[in-house]
């Protein structure tokens, strides 16, 4: 099993949109949850960062984190042809160490 | 946010040729760098934990004498490919976490493609 499990897509949804994307994770130690956006052919992009269990919201984004259940999800409401993109979940255990990465979720956003 | 500034964005070289990729933080000083190897559809993969001072960490599987790190400063480091063959062809990304007030979060570069003929 891989530390980190995120389904690949490709996901197609229309504008305007609810999005859910989805991690799961095996390593009970991780405690630091992040989401990236990407680009083609572009670094990752830092779109939340939660700490520890709970939500969090900026924005039409809204990051959720279940320790217990060792499952984070990512919520984009509204969603926008500009929301087309690659969405990697990472996390990591300890302050200052590497990033686990998901594999990523392909999004399409249609006008 | 901070900057990470990596250069250059798209190299072509001859098998056998070394290239050196350049990882700057523009507004921080950072201890540690990640150098991080992405190929098409796939996640990124880290190779090595590059520390300022220091020699860098490799993963396992990543050859240190083909995929050389040095990190002289606190706001360079640079990854050299060495001798380079059409298989390390591939999307090399750095990243960079600001000293121990910000370690958790990291800061990516905008890529470098490498494509070896």
């Known amino acids: 099993q891989k530390e980190v499990e995120q389904d690949p897509g490709p996901l197609s949804v229309p504008e305007g949109a609810i999005v859910s994307l989805n991690c799961t994770y095996s390593?009970?130690?991780?405690?630091?949850f992040m989401w990236y956006r990407q680009y083609s052919r572009k670094g990752p992009e830092l779109l939340m960062y939660?700490?520890?269990?709970g939500n969090k919201e900026d924005g039409r984004f809204t990051a959720q984190v279940d320790k217990s259940s060792k499952y984070i999800s990512l919520f984009i409401r509204d969603s926008q042809p500009s929301d087309s993109a690659t969405y990697l979940c990472?996390?990591?255990?300890?302050?200052?160490?590497?990033?686990?990465f998901g594999k990523g979720t392909t999004l399409s956003v249609s006008s | 946010g901070a900057v990470v500034s990596q250069h250059p964005s798209w190299v072509i070289c001859k098998s056998g040729t070394s290239v050196k990729i350049e990882c700057r933080s523009l507004?921080?000083?950072?201890?540690?760098m990640f150098w991080y190897r992405q190929f098409p559809k796939q996640s990124l993969m880290l190779m090595a934990t590059?520390?300022?001072?220091?020699?860098?960490?490799?993963e396992q599987g990543v050859e240190k004498d083909k995929f050389l790190i040095n990190h002289a400063s606190l706001t360079l480091s640079t990854l050299t490919v060495t001798s380079a063959h059409p298989e390390d062809s591939s999307f090399y990304i750095c990243?960079?976490?600001?000293?121990?007030?910000?370690?958790?979060?990291?800061?990516f570069g905008a890529g470098t493609r490498l494509s070896v003929l």
């Open positions: 990243s960079a976490s600001p000293g121990l007030a910000g370690t958790n979060i990291q800061y």
């Open positions: 390593n009970s130690a991780f405690q630091y």
């Open positions: 939660t700490y520890s269990s």
């Open positions: 990472a996390m990591r255990a300890q302050a200052g160490t590497a990033l686990i």
């Open positions: 507004d921080f000083q950072a201890t540690t």
């Open positions: 590059s520390n300022e001072g220091s020699k860098a960490t490799y």
